[in-house]
């Protein structure tokens, strides 16, 4: 699928120049695409192309597969280059998402080049999010993870996968190591790119540990589980840059108990396979173990941490605004009462000149005004 480029200016840049590259990236990435799988049809290039496209690595032997079998597989080196081709498939998706959906939708909600951004990174996530959740819990209930916990470590570490399973891994590492070339493509600023940088080296990293490591079944439940919690936080996120922010207030204290929930689920979920569960597994080493679960456990704290910073920062913010309210309401008060007193003294002393002669009246009004001009 060929994405139109975007309309930047009125002059078309030079070929091969910054700017052509990232108004065009997603057709030249897509071209790049097709020669793999147009190296498909024919029979010297298709050993080659089918290396970058189909999935390697088969546990089954084929003559032992039949009608209505699934294929298995394992992790190997020959997945490095599913995953080439699989993030470049990922770029042109996300030009796909970014033209035709979160675009429209930008130009509605007439937002600053600040929200801009953030907008375009929080409809990103939650369509990667949301699609990851579905998929991962459909290979959950299938392999039958999600009423036996034993089988999170069961046959360790010859993990066996199906199709989706393996396929569902690949896509992960493939999305968010497309995550670095987008920083270019996307022209994120130089101060959002350290904390880009940062979630994505860390779900790139931990997923690709989990593939090679044989994790692959707890690693599942957890990326699931986090993606249910990250969902919910971009859909709030969504929803105030459209101006919901009454629904978006809601969605968020909704997020504050599922993310809560998440952490706390993972921890024990990470304690009962690795210190538990391969206890007795021979083959799991003591050093691998509590290094898995420390690594998990770290990234847990450092999530709940920052949560927690979070919300400590929003108190002070809120309890310092209402301090300032305060003082301006009471300021506001003793205004209101001077000027009430001004009135009923100013009140008192007229009728206090009705009541004398018309002479004294005379008389005490105009060394009122003397006074006054005094």
Known sequence: ????????????PPILSHEFVIQNHADIVSCVAMVFVVGLMFQTTQPLASLFIALHHN????????????????????????????????????????????????????????????????????????????????????????????AL????????????????????????????????????????????????????????????LSFTRLALCLLVLHYISETVFHVARLLRFADKNSIALKVFSVWNFIFIATRLTSIILSILTFWFGLADNENASLFIRVSAL???????????????????????????????????????????KAAKREELSKKNSDEEISELPEVDQNTKSLRSRNVKTK
């Open 1 to 12: 699928m060929v994405v139109k480029p975007r309309k930047t200016s009125s002059k078309n």
């Open 59 to 150: 546990a089954t032997p084929v003559e032992e597969v039949t009608y209505g079998m699934e294929m298995l597989y394992t992790s190997g080196l020959k997945d490095l280059c599913a995953v080439f081709f699989y993030t470049l498939i990922a770029v042109v998706v996300h030009a796909v998402i970014q033209e035709y959906i979160l675009d429209k939708i930008k130009t509605k909600l007439h937002l600053s080049k600040v929200k801009m951004s953030k907008f375009n990174e929080s409809g990103q996530l939650f369509i990667f999010y949301l699609s990851s959740v579905f998929w991962g819990g459909d290979v959950i209930y299938r392999e039958g993870l999600l009423f036996n916990i034993s």
């Open 153 to 212: 470590w069961r046959d360790y570490p010859i993990i066996q996968m199906t199709f989706l399973f393996k396929f569902f891994f690949i896509i992960q590492i493939s999305y968010w190591l497309h995550s670095y070339p987008e920083l270019y493509f996307q022209k994120v600023k130089r101060e959002d790119v350290p904390s880009r940088v940062t979630y994505a080296t860390i779900y790139l990293v931990a997923i690709a540990a989990a593939y090679i």
């Open 294 to 336: 420390a690594v998990v456990v770290s990234l847990q704290g450092y999530m709940m941490q920052r949560f927690i910073t979070f919300h400590l920062g929003r108190y002070r913010e809120n309890a310092a605004s209402n301090a300032a309210a305060l003082v301006e309401a009471k300021k506001d008060k003793k205004a209101k």
